[in-house]
């Protein structure tokens, strides 16, 4: 049973950082591709960032390369997502994935996690 675990989000002001990290469990292959996404009130979830566990390609979603840094991170299958010179529009539900396919950012994965809280505000 694959299981995602999202920690690190909370309230900031604007200009600072944050670094979000997924911890999965119960990986049976090194082929998947975790993905970080988000959803703002009343908008769609859009992807941020995603990454293949197997070759650690990285992909960045649309006007997401820049500010957001998505990394292995140092415990094994967890990725983290390094967040910088944060927005009120960066406010959001923020998800993290795994597609068992290693298809990188796809639409549909296989699994999601219960997501983490990001708030900007002054």
């Known amino acids: 049973q694959v299981q995602l675990v999202e920690s690190g989000g909370g309230s900031v002001q604007p200009g600072g950082s944050l670094r979000l990290s997924c911890a999965a469990s119960?990986?049976?292959?090194?082929?998947?591709?975790i993905g970080w996404w988000r959803q703002a009130p009343g908008k769609e979830r859009e992807e941020v960032s995603c990454?293949?566990?197997?070759?650690?390609?990285?992909y960045y979603g649309h006007n997401m390369q820049g500010r957001f840094t998505i990394s292995r991170g140092n415990a094994k299958n967890t990725v983290d997502l390094q967040v910088n010179s944060l927005r009120p529009e960066d406010t959001a539900v923020y998800y993290c994935?795994?597609?068992?396919?290693?298809?990188?950012?796809?639409?549909?994965?296989?699994?999601w996690g219960q997501g983490t809280q990001v708030t900007v505000s002054s």
């Open positions: 990454i293949s566990l197997s070759e650690n390609i990285t």
């Open positions: 119960g990986l049976n292959s090194n082929y998947y591709a």
């Open positions: 994935s795994a597609d068992q396919e290693g298809r990188i950012c796809s639409p549909r994965p296989d699994y």
